[in-house]
């Protein structure tokens, strides 16, 4: 069966930085991506990865290795806005998107 | 910019009613989805549309329907309410398969 595990919560401090992983075992790889999803609210793209590597945006990053079926999400210089689901996503081969549970991020002042 | 438009926000239905949940999108976009949230788990696909007038079942498809009669709109039918129903739906588009999805704000919808 297909599968994304992503951990359940996760807390951070305000300023600091935090890392959310992301393991899939899904039918085929078109391609990962991270959306942030705040309480009672839509989920809003964040970050797309196709390729092996490091794709930087602004305060967050996202790694992939194909190889490992592992990705994560970094989060540099923690803001208290930052505190919500963020949503881990494989495309399969039919193009379909296989969505994790989501890591709710707590942050503390 | 209105993006993806789901209305209602809120609805309570008794067991054995039907509603339509209704959505739309002024970008222009191909494909369409129906996901359902609940809690604890990740979004699950109900239904999608790569065009006017195709739709197909995505992984939890029992008890809805669609239609997609036009690029703009992709409804979503409940037919017969169950408790099981109970849940989130949520309405996205994208302009391609591969590209990012663009969410609608939700349907709170609980089945009592």
Same mark, same amino acid.
């Given at each position: ?20 992983? /992301? ?27 196709? +390729? ?11 790694? +992939?290795?194909?190889?490992?079926? *592992? ?15 963020? +949503? /881990? ?5 039919? *193009? ?14 | ?14 067991? #054995?009613? $039907? ?11 191909? !494909?369409?989805?129906?996901? %359902?949230?609940?809690? #604890? ?5 109900? !239904?999608? $549309?790569? #065009? ?7 992984? @939890?498809?029992?008890?809805?329907? @669609? &239609? ?15 408790? =099981?129903?109970? =849940? ?5 588009? =994208? &302009? %391609? ?6 969410? #609608? ?8």
């Amino acid at each position: 069966g297909q599968n994304i595990d992503q951990p359940t919560e996760m807390t951070a401090t305000e300023g600091a930085i935090v890392q959310i992983n /992301c393991t899939y075992q899904t039918s085929g790889f078109n391609g990962l991506f991270w959306y942030q999803q705040h309480a009672g609210e839509a989920p809003t793209f964040l970050s797309y990865n196709v +390729l092996d590597g490091l794709e930087e945006k602004g305060r967050f990053s996202s790694f +992939l290795s194909r190889s490992k079926g *592992y990705s994560y999400l970094l989060l540099k210089e923690l803001q208290m806005k930052d505190s919500a689901s963020y +949503l /881990c996503a494989v495309m399969d081969s039919n *193009y379909q998107l296989i969505w994790g549970a989501g890591t709710k991020l707590i942050i503390k002042p | 910019n209105a993006g993806v438009t789901q209305t209602p926000k809120f609805r309570i239905l008794k067991i #054995g009613q $039907s509603m339509t949940l209704q959505c739309t999108q002024d970008m222009n976009h191909n !494909y369409m989805y129906w996901y %359902r949230q609940d809690p #604890g788990m990740g979004l699950k696909l109900i !239904y999608y $549309s790569v #065009g006017a007038g195709i739709t197909d079942k995505g992984e @939890v498809p029992n008890g809805y329907n @669609v &239609s997609r009669s036009t690029t703009e709109d992709f409804p979503l039918r409940l037919e017969l309410a169950a408790p =099981s129903q109970t =849940s989130v739906y949520f309405c996205a588009s =994208s &302009s %391609r398969e591969e590209q990012p999805q663009h969410f #609608g704000d939700g349907t709170r919808l609980s089945i009592l």
